[in-house]
Structures are given as structure tokens and as C-alpha cells.
């Protein structure tokens, strides 16, 4: 019988890729509801949320922790912004580069701008690609203040966008 | 009636109790043993909205039970079990003056608002007598999302990770202040297991008895989007349904009192797209689409009760992977932009190169577009510091051509197909064969999920899950019954070589077989398969598949030498679509058994099906195992 049982652990052991799993990307949401909540800020308000699909290790949070959280559950408005730039930085620096995409309209929403002037958001970030990503190690923070000037300086968009009012209306 | 009394008894007792002869709250008491006759009069706690919303459930032999496991749900310690006491509870909870509830906590009326708004409609609450209580937190956040619509989000299976591998659904609230275009800004409400274990094994075991606790979470949309569509690359459908603004606002009033409860995770019956039609239903009552699962609730099938019912989906949207995304511009270029990718891809050259900076500038704009793709996928992989980056090289070169105009000629080619469209998820098939001593029937039946044979509309195209596929013969000459095959779970993936990525094809299969090499009266043995191949496919679209193994197999038998032998085999094969319907399959193979009893032959398979209907096809096959052969013929349903 211990045969069979080397034998059953060696057949095991060939089964052993198919636990190989996809990187998790489980977002820590903000939680949800009035337990979740209650009145204590910290660590109780996010409870890491894995989809369906994730298992184990989130690579990103809203990643910029519970402070990006209003007491309501949801992201802070003050915060969206940041939360959304960070959350797609990828996606979004690719289509700054694109000069369009769905990513960069949802951003130029965030800043207000209508949708008449996002053709022009979208040359202008591709023209200015160059300052609004400075280096390898730039980040969401870096990106959104440089993008701010930019559009400051825009003669068009800096009347037609607002940097100030954050969130969309 | 007794019980009942006794409860109503008792809330009288609650409420008298710290009373000084103070009229205020004698009116207090009465309006609400007031309201709790009304309710008992008009026979609320028997009505489908309030088993709804407490998620009562007819259980065999239970009686009504409801699914919420997390305590906090219900307000009477009867309420798990019992509507009618918790509804009295419930009434008599929103009596509670605010000065009695601990700080930090939400007062009842704004805990189960849902519950709120429902009894108010059938009672209709004299905010005299009962104080109605402002929920701040709740109005910010029911103000923040504003819903105007609600979209079921469709995930196809996700088959390199078995948490995932039969597919996933989550809800999108769509909010009338992110408007049209900025879906991404929309939240998803998510209903997941919040596992204890990264074990994929202990993890589907785990899941499937309901040890995990599950719980709803809300989310940006965008984090699942790029969960899914670019980590994982996994096409999205988008359901958009159709619900009227006060629909909406219960079920989010609703969705806000399972915040603070969970559920027992099932994995095919209690899971997420089980949850969601809840959601659906709490919004329109009236609606009924968990009624018709029996077994289990697999998100394919929950997209096609969506479809059934009438005007209810509004529109269906494709949201493609990142890698469909690259693989749309692939498919546009000619082979010297193909070439220049892979070159890219493989490192040989820059966007500085003079190879590349021979092409035109729309061309170079579609090899960089197509690049930057594959970078964000690939740079997803490595989970190292989170950092997901594509080298700004790059992204500058690219920024500094012009925007590609697409035009609106220029329609997303779509990877997948629509999941509605697909072969009901259920299976039972009926077969006449015979073999070189007599004829036989066969019957089989599996709940779950995808086979290489079937029309794969709806479905990936290379690849399949089998799960608890059960098969019986009846031999007629020798008049015996046998179980010919049970697939406990069979995985095959097949990955087409490409160019740009090498990914192995694998597959596995778990289960109960018969030794049909043998002549030993249909004996069974316990089988288990892993192997690795290759497969290719000449083009995405191409009917043509072609595939390779190579496997480790290992089979238990009395009526094997040593009870067992453990070998492997070498397999070649092809996949062939003659026309839309028509499917041949052509396959053999060498086994060799080394371990045990050892023993060496080869197999040949030809298989061949039609496709009468989206749920109906027919089968054809001869197999040959050593020197025994067969044919079938067969039907298939699914359901």
C-alpha cells in the first residue's frame, strides 16, 4: 500500500500547475452599508474585497488606502481625480499618447471639460506628452499637476475645463 | 396564533417597561401595536416583496429560511427562520428613539432602508406618531450615486484560474451624475467569496460546501475593468437593463442593508450571479428569474433569463480585453507592419530603429498602438512593486505621431461572441452504439459547462470545462447496466501559438473511466490525466485547429495488475468547422503504461456533430482503443 500512496502523491504532484493563478488585482473597495462603516475611521471601513476571479494578493488598493474614502462608502469626491488617474495610470498615459480614448474623455469629464473640446484635450495631451510624463519613474500625482498647468496655460481649454471644481457636476 | 400573540406580548412588554405613565410613549406603544395588527391583518410577512428583502428562501425541510447567515441582518433572534416575527421586529425597531442607539451606529430606519420604504408603502407611517429619523450617511451616498440604470457586466470563464472558470457577472450602477460616456466612473456592486485560502484545490472544495463567507462590495467600475479586461484579459458584455428610477432607488436602498451581513458562498448555487438576480428582483418584484435554477446558477445562464425576459435587456455592449484590443489592430496591418511588431515585441528593434522608422507614419502609429498593448498586458503580469508601466520611450514616440483616424468605418472586431447566444450550460445526452460483441444505449447528463464539440457560439473557442459529467450504458445483449464514464472535472486548454505570446496548452482530467483497451466486461477504473501541448490555429478566425499532447496518466483497477498502471500517452489531433454547424474531429494516440501493468497501444478517435438549434446537435463517432471498436450515435440537449 505505501506503493500506492507514493504513487498518489507523485500523480498529485502533476496536477500542481493548474494552482498557478493570474495575479490578483482585488481592489480594497471602501465597504459598503452601515456596519461596515460605523463611525471609526481606519482600517475597519475597508475590508479587502476579492472578486470572484482574485484570490489572495491585491497588486493595487484604491491603492491610496482609506483616506481616499468618504465616511459614505464611496470614493471622495475631492478625491476622484487622483483615484481614477491612479487606478488607470497605465491605460491613460497610453491613450495620452494616442491623443484619445475612453480613459482620457473620463478624465477630461473630471475636469469639466465638454464633450465639444475633448478632441482638443486629446491633441493637446499628445502634444505636451513630453511634460505631462517626465521620466520612467513618474507617477498619478506628477501627471495630474503637470496635466493642471497645461490646460492653465491652454488659451481654448482653460476656459472651457476647471481644474478647481472637482468631480463630475 | 399564539406565537404570535405572545410576540406582540412581549414588544408591549419592551415598550412598557421603562415607561412612567409618560403619554408620549403610550401613544408611541399604541401606534405600533397599531401597525403591527395592520401587518398581521393585511398578511405582510407572507407577501413576495418581504421575503425578497429579507432573502427568504423555501428550504426542503426547513421551512422558509433566509440566506443571510450574518446575524446583524435580522432584528428579531426569530428572524432567520420566522418572516412574520421579524417583520413585527423590524416595525417595532423603528420605534427605537434615537438617544437608545449606541454612537457609531445607524438607527434601524437607516440601516434597512429598503425594509423602510416597503413597510411605509403597505402602512403608510404617520410621521406623528412615528418619528421619521434624518440618515445622513445614507442620503450622501444614495445622492452620490443617483441611479438612472443598471447594467449586468458578463465575464467569460477565466480558465487559468479555477476560482473564475465559470465565468463572472456583477451589477453596474449607472448614475445619472457621471452621465453618458463615463461609464468607467460608474460603481459596480461585486458579490464575491471572501476566501481563506490561495489552494486552488482546498479553494473549489471549500467552495462548493459553502465554507466561505460572501459578501457584496462596491466598486469604481473602472478597477474591474481593468481587472478583468486588462490583468486577466478577459472580454466584458454589457447588459443594459431597463428599470424604472424608483425600482432602481429600492434596490440600492437594498443593496445598502446587505452591506452589513453575509451569506454562505456556494459556488454553483448561492454565487455571484445567484446574488445579482436577487438584486434584480428586489428592483422589479415582478420580475422572476431565480425560479427556474435547480442545480446550479452559472452566469451564462443568467444573461440568457435577462434576454428571455421581455424588455428587459435595453442594449448589449462588447467591452474587449486588452489583448482583443491589440489583436483588432493586428488584424488590420499588412505582414511588413506584422513583422515590425514582432521585432518590437521580441526586442530587436526601437521605435528609433531605422526598420521601424521606415514605415509610414499612420503605420507606425498602428504597430506602436498595437505594441503599447501588448506592453500594458505583459507589464500587468509581473505583479512585482505595482508598478505597471509602459517604458515612456515608447509612449513618446508614439505621442509624437498623429492621432490614428480610425473613421467610423473602423468596427471593433469582436473576439468572443455574445454569451445569450451560447448552448444552455446543462447537458443530457442519448446515444445508440454498438461495439464488436452487442449494442448499447447510453445516457448522460452533466450540469456544467463547455465541450471542444459543441457549437462554441458564446463560448471560448479553444478550450473546454467538463464538470460532473455522468454516463451510463445499458448493454443489450448481455442486459447490464454500466457506468461507462463520470468526467468528475476534465480542463482543456488550448492556446494557438502566436507569434507574440508562447503560452502551453494543458489539460486535466479527473474521474471514472472504463478500461476499454481491455476485455474485462466494461470494468472501471479511477483515472487521472495531465499533460502539456501545443496547438495552433493559422489565424483567429481560421476553422481550422490543430493540437498536440503530451500527458502523464495514471489509472486504478482491480482488475488491473498491481491494481494500477501509470504511464503517459502522445496525442495529435484536429478540430475542423466544415460549415457554421458542422464540426469534425480527427485524433489518436499512443499510450504507454510502464508502472504496474504495462502495456502499450494506440487509440483513434473521429467524431463529427451537427448542429440542429443553439441548444440541439447531433453526433456521429467511431473510436477504436487497442483492438476494440465502437460507434455512436447520439443527441444532445442542452439546457
Not at chain 1, 97 to 125: D, I, R
Not at chain 1, 143 to 166: G, V, W
Not at chain 2, 254 to 261: A, N, R, S, Y
Request: net charge neutral; hydrophobic share 40%.
Amino acid at each position: 500500500m505505501g506503493r500506492y500512496s507514493r504513487i498518489a502523491v507523485a500523480a498529485s504532484l502533476f496536477l500542481l500547475p493548474v494552482s498557478v493563478f493570474a495575479a490578483g488585482y482585488g481592489a480594497a473597495g471602501c465597504g459598503l452599508g452601515s456596519e461596515l462603516m460605523g463611525s471609526q475611521p481606519g482600517a475597519s471601513q475597508v475590508f479587502a474585497s476579492t472578486t470572484n476571479a482574485t484570490l489572495g494578493s491585491q497588486t493595487f488598493g484604491i491603492t491610496s488606502g482609506t483616506s481616499n474614502c468618504g465616511d459614505h462608502g464611496l470614493v471622495s469626491m475631492n478625491k476622484e481625480r487622483e483615484v481614477f488617474a491612479q487606478e488607470n495610470y497605465t491605460s491613460l498615459v497610453k491613450e495620452m499618447a494616442q491623443g484619445k480614448g475612453e480613459n482620457l474623455s473620463t478624465l477630461a469629464n473630471l475636469y469639466q471639460c465638454p464633450a465639444a473640446s475633448h478632441q482638443e484635450f486629446g491633441a493637446m495631451v499628445q502634444g505636451k506628452f513630453d511634460s505631462l510624463v517626465a521620466s520612467d519613474q513618474a507617477n498619478a500625482t506628477a501627471l495630474l499637476s503637470q496635466l493642471e498647468n497645461e490646460i492653465t496655460r491652454h488659451p481654448a481649454l482653460a476656459k472651457s475645463c476647471d481644474i478647481k471644481l472637482s468631480a463630475l457636476n | 396564533m399564539q406565537p404570535i400573540c405572545l410576540v406582540v406580548g412581549l414588544f408591549f412588554w419592551f415598550f412598557f417597561l421603562p415607561v412612567t405613565a409618560h403619554s408620549e410613549q403610550k401613544v408611541t406603544a399604541d401606534y405600533l401595536a397599531e401597525l403591527q395588527q395592520q401587518a398581521i391583518k393585511k398578511k405582510l410577512a407572507d407577501e413576495r416583496v418581504w421575503h425578497l428583502l429579507l432573502k427568504y428562501d423555501k428550504k426542503l425541510f426547513r421551512g422558509m429560511t433566509s440566506e443571510a447567515d450574518g446575524m446583524e441582518f435580522f432584528n428579531s433572534p426569530q428572524g432567520k427562520t420566522d418572516p412574520e416575527s421579524e417583520l413585527l421586529a423590524t416595525l417595532s425597531s423603528f420605534f427605537i428613539p434615537l438617544a437608545k442607539i449606541a454612537k457609531g451606529k445607524e438607527h434601524p430606519q437607516c440601516n434597512f432602508p429598503a425594509r423602510f420604504k416597503w413597510l411605509n408603502q403597505q402602512l403608510t407611517f404617520d410621521p406623528g406618531r412615528l418619528e421619521i429619523q434624518a440618515c445622513d450617511r445614507l442620503d450622501r451616498w444614495m445622492k452620490a450615486l443617483d441611479p438612472v440604470g443598471a447594467t449586468l457586466v458578463f465575464a467569460s470563464y477565466f480558465i487559468d484560474n479555477p476560482a473564475s472558470m465559470f465565468g463572472h457577472t456583477l451589477l453596474r450602477i449607472d448614475s445619472r451624475r457621471t452621465g453618458s460616456g463615463n461609464n468607467l466612473m460608474n460603481y459596480g456592486a461585486n458579490y464575491a467569496a471572501v476566501p481563506d485560502t490561495e489552494n486552488a484545490f482546498l479553494y473549489a472544495f471549500k467552495g462548493l460546501i459553502g465554507s466561505f463567507p460572501g459578501r457584496f462590495a462596491i466598486f469604481p467600475y473602472y478597477t474591474k475593468v481593468q481587472e478583468y479586461n486588462n490583468l486577466e484579459s478577459r472580454d466584458l458584455w454589457e447588459y443594459e437593463l431597463q428599470f424604472t428610477e424608483d425600482q432602481l432607488n429600492t434596490m440600492l436602498l437594498h443593496l445598502w442593508e446587505l452591506g452589513g451581513t453575509y451569506f454562505d458562498y456556494f459556488y454553483f448555487q448561492e454565487n455571484c450571479s445567484y446574488h445579482v438576480l436577487s438584486l434584480l428582483e428586489v428592483a422589479n418584484p415582478d420580475l422572476r428569474l431565480k425560479d427556474p435554477f435547480s442545480f446550479s446558477v452559472i452566469p451564462t445562464d443568467t444573461v440568457k433569463i435577462l434576454m428571455a425576459q421581455d424588455e428587459l435587456v435595453k442594449q448589449v455592449i462588447y467591452r474587449p480585453s486588452v489583448l482583443s484590443q491589440m489583436n483588432h489592430k493586428r488584424l488590420k496591418m499588412v505582414d511588413g507592419e506584422k513583422r515590425i511588431l514582432r521585432r518590437l515585441v521580441k526586442g530587436e528593434i526601437s521605435p528609433e530603429s531605422p526598420a521601424f522608422k521606415s514605415l509610414s507614419a499612420p503605420s507606425q502609429a498602428l504597430v506602436l498602438n498595437a505594441y503599447m498593448d501588448y506592453l500594458q498586458y505583459q507589464s500587468m503580469q509581473e505583479k512585482s512593486n505595482g508598478n505597471i508601466k509602459i517604458p515612456r520611450s515608447v509612449l513618446l514616440a508614439r505621442s509624437r505621431l498623429p492621432t490614428a483616424d480610425d473613421g467610423p468605418a473602423d468596427i471593433i472586431t469582436h473576439f468572443s461572441s455574445r454569451p445569450d447566444h451560447g448552448h444552455g450550460t446543462d447537458r443530457f445526452r442519448a446515444g445508440i452504439g454498438l461495439n464488436a460483441h452487442e449494442p448499447f444505449l447510453e445516457f448522460a447528463y452533466r450540469p456544467a459547462y463547455h465541450d471542444l464539440m459543441a457549437k462554441d457560439v458564446g463560448y471560448d473557442k479553444n478550450s473546454e470545462i467538463i464538470f460532473m459529467d455522468f454516463k451510463l450504458r445499458y448493454y443489450l445483449e448481455s442486459d447490464r447496466v454500466r457506468l461507462d464514464r463520470v468526467k468528475v472535472l476534465s480542463i482543456t486548454a488550448l492556446n494557438p501559438y502566436d507569434t507574440l505570446f508562447t503560452k502551453p496548452s494543458w489539460r486535466l482530467d479527473l474521474g471514472v473511466d472504463t478500461l476499454r483497451d481491455r476485455n474485462c466486461n466494461y470494468c472501471n477504473s479511477v483515472k487521472g490525466v495531465y499533460g502539456r501541448g501545443i496547438s495552433y490555429r493559422p489565424d483567429f478566425f481560421s476553422p481550422l485547429l490543430l493540437y498536440s499532447f503530451a500527458d502523464l496518466k495514471t489509472e486504478f483497477s482491480e482488475h488491473l495488475k498491481q491494481n494500477f498502471r501509470l504511464g503517459g500517452d502522445a496525442e495529435a489531433g484536429m478540430y475542423y468547422d466544415v460549415t457554421e454547424n458542422w464540426r469534425i474531429k480527427l485524433a489518436g494516440s499512443y499510450q504507454i503504461f510502464v508502472l504496474g501493468e504495462s502495456k502499450r497501444f494506440f487509440t483513434a478517435h473521429f467524431i463529427t456533430r451537427y448542429a440542429l438549434g443553439q441548444d440541439l446537435d447531433v453526433r456521429f463517432e467511431l473510436n477504436r482503443y487497442d483492438h476494440n471498436n465502437e460507434g455512436i450515435l447520439s443527441a444532445n440537449y442542452f439546457f
